[in-house]
């Protein structure tokens, strides 16, 4: 048995802007959005939204299934979004999750690849110590200068998996191709809320990173590349994802694999494993024993292509009515609104509903107050 992915669970804001409406006031074609890049939403997070908040409900959602919760030995936080450069945003989830207090609890940085670097460190472990799972929760927000060319694809969400030794749904594959390069193409310094980036220059870096990991698999895999039956790529939007595929794979099914990130927008660190979710959503053929690739890539860069078999319990596994509902149950902003919320002129904490059972209530003293609501 492979160790890997044995719960999946993803969440993001109870807020959308619809791109038709930022195309209009950006005097743009809406065109450039959905058939450019492949977006068509993407979600807005009010004052009581945070990377925690957000990551809290995911976790919340994937500990459903696991049976006893002492046997989370440790909680990695993934993310490019930390508003703390000391405390660990996973101490927030440990405390909401009432996790046991001899678990290990810290954050991963590497831009949109830090929750692949957190799976592939949970697998370690879990096969050196077969009786603990570990927690994993990527989360991120990610907002860019107002008309900028990275504005449509602002977003954020979270996922958070559960990695044991005996997965229901995915066994990590001991295969991989990684690339690491150093490369100025995206970038947050700490002083600031929006990123900065190089969009050609990333383009042209993830897609060549993509052929070099995905060359570096196959030697150290001896498998080719028929014998991968379905493909997903982290997205920063949909046609870049679409692009890899068609130059790297030829993969059927991808589009299967955007439909929430085409609604969401980039969700950088949980991207790419939204994208699995989705695929398990929307694809209707049985996908047990498939085997799935998955390319990560995380800006200024660090790379890797890995694969993973789909085990024969991931149906009864799968929240896809629950995930359908969260989606559809999402309430449509203004343009007015989105600018509001964007400027950071709101402080309005309770104006807005929360996706799930914790808000951020406010800031006192740079103190952050998280409290449980109801549902």
Known sequence: MLPGIDAIAFSTSKYFLNLEMLAEHRNVTYAKYYSGIGQTRMSVFPPNEDIVTVGIEAARKAMVFVEDKNDVDILIFA?????????????YVHNFLK????????DLKQACYSATAALQLAKSYVMENPRSKVLVVGSDIIRYPPGSSGE????????????????????????????????????RPAYLNEALFDGKLSAYNYLKSTDICVERY?????????DINHACFHAPFGKMAIKANNQSLK???????????????????????????????????????????????????????????????????????????????????????????????LHDFDRYKNIGSVTLAGIDHNKRDYRTVSL
């Open 218 to 226: 196959f030697k150290n895999s001896n498998l080719e590349i028929s």
């Open 152 to 187: 449509p694809t602002q977003g954020g969400a979270a996922v958070a998996f559960v990695v044991s030794q005996n997965p229901r749904i995915l066994g990590i594959e001991p295969y991989f191709g990684v690339h690491t390069y150093d490369i100025m193409d995206f970038w």
């Open 251 to 345: 993969c059927e099914s991808i589009d299967q694999t955007l439909i929430y990130n085409s609604i969401i927008g980039n969700s950088c660190s949980a991207s790419l494993f939204i994208c699995f979710i989705s695929l398990l959503d929307h694809l209707k053929s049985d996908l047990t024993g498939n085997r799935i690739g998955f390319f990560s890539y995380g800006s200024g860069s660090v790379a890797e292509f890995f694969s993973g078999i789909v085990s024969a319990d991931y149906r009864k596994m799968m929240s896809t009515a629950d995930n359908q509902a969260m989606i559809s149950d999402r309430f449509e902003i203004s343009f007015p609104e989105y600018e509001l919320i964007s400027g950071n002129a």
């Open 99 to 106: 996790l046991k207090e001899d678990c290990r609890v810290f």
């Open 79 to 91: 993310t490019e979004s930390s508003f703390d450069l000391s405390k660990s945003a996973g101490i």
